[in-house]
């Protein structure tokens, strides 16, 4: 069983920075991609910001130049740090990764959201 558990959401001011972590765990032979998605209210889930096991990091344009995606593959934990915020940033944030393990081989994961909310 593998398991993505998020850690770092909260309130910040506008202009603001958080960083957000999605440590992996389990019978785990490899991480592939890894990725941050957000859903606002009202809105349907999109892609932050994507990086492969090796290559270089994807961002969507509204978070580019503001977040950085990257990952410590000993540690099998992905972050998002997250500066100049902005309240069109609020949105629970899900940690994605494209995993193999046992016994299911592989498949993708979601971790169970962290709320980030951006507001004076």
């Known amino acids: 069983q593998v398991e993505l558990v998020e850690s770092g959401g909260g309130l910040v001011q506008p202009g603001g920075s958080l960083k957000l972590s999605c440590a992996a765990s389990?019978?785990?032979?490899?991480?592939?991609?890894m990725n941050w998605y957000r859903q606002a209210p009202g809105k349907q889930r999109e892609l932050v910001a994507s990086?492969?096991?090796?290559?270089?990091?994807n961002y969507a344009d509204s978070v580019q130049g503001r977040f950085t995606i990257y990952r410590d593959n000993d540690k099998r934990t992905v972050y998002l740090q997250m500066n100049s915020l902005k309240s069109e940033d609020t949105a629970v944030y899900y940690c994605?990764?494209?995993?193999?393990?046992?016994?299911?081989?592989?498949?993708?994961?979601w971790g169970q959201g962290t709320q980030v909310t951006v507001s004076s």
């Open positions: 994605n990764a494209d995993v193999t393990a046992f016994p299911r081989g592989r498949r993708g994961y």
């Open positions: 389990g019978s785990i032979f490899k991480i592939n991609e």
């Open positions: 990086i492969p096991d090796t290559g270089s990091p």
